[in-house]
């Protein structure tokens, strides 16, 4: 599968950085499927605004995890992934909460709003994905084919 990462640098070599924020899957070197997500990616960093390409190769000895599409389980994963708890995967998978899903989930963890509210609420106009390289195994299913600026 190919993948993309948008960026502000040309990324040969992926690495897992534990610094910033938390984000849905933890931290981890972040991909998607979806070319267009990785240009908006690469366009809300500093220039330059660059997609960096690689070819995905799945391996069975890696411990994936996939959420084909949200649900109460990915909800709970993610909200506990952006509280800073760490998980046993390799790679994960799904849909991503952007920031205005974002916005729900903190929502529903305080209490603002009801688990069936989220869902009335989070309805995506445009799918998502994302996958995290979550460790160093994990980034050596990933080939560096291109990077292009935007």
């Avoid at 660059?50 to 990915?74: G, H, R, T």
């Avoid at 849909?95 to 989220?118: C, H, K, N, Q, S």
Wanted: charged share 25%; glycine share 4%; hydrophobic share 40%.
């Amino acid at each position: 599968m190919r993948v993309f990462h948008g960026t502000n640098m040309m990324v040969t070599r992926p690495e897992v950085r534990m610094v910033g924020y938390t984000k849905d899957f933890g931290y981890g070197f972040y991909c998607t499927k979806f070319e267009k997500q990785a240009q908006r990616w690469a366009m809300s960093k500093h220039n330059p605004h660059i997609v960096c390409v690689y070819e995905f190769e799945p391996s069975a000895d890696l411990n994936v995890k996939q959420f084909p599409e949200m649900s109460d389980e990915w909800l709970d994963f993610v909200a506990a992934c952006r509280h800073g708890q760490t998980h046993s995967y390799d790679i994960v998978e799904g849909p991503m909460a952007d920031d205005e899903v974002w916005d729900y989930v903190e929502d529903f963890l305080a209490g603002r709003i009801t688990r069936e509210a989220f869902w009335a609420l989070a309805r995506f106009k445009r799918p998502t994905h994302q996958i995290i390289f979550c460790n160093d195994k994990a980034l050596q299913s990933l080939t560096y084919i291109e990077s292009y600026e935007l």
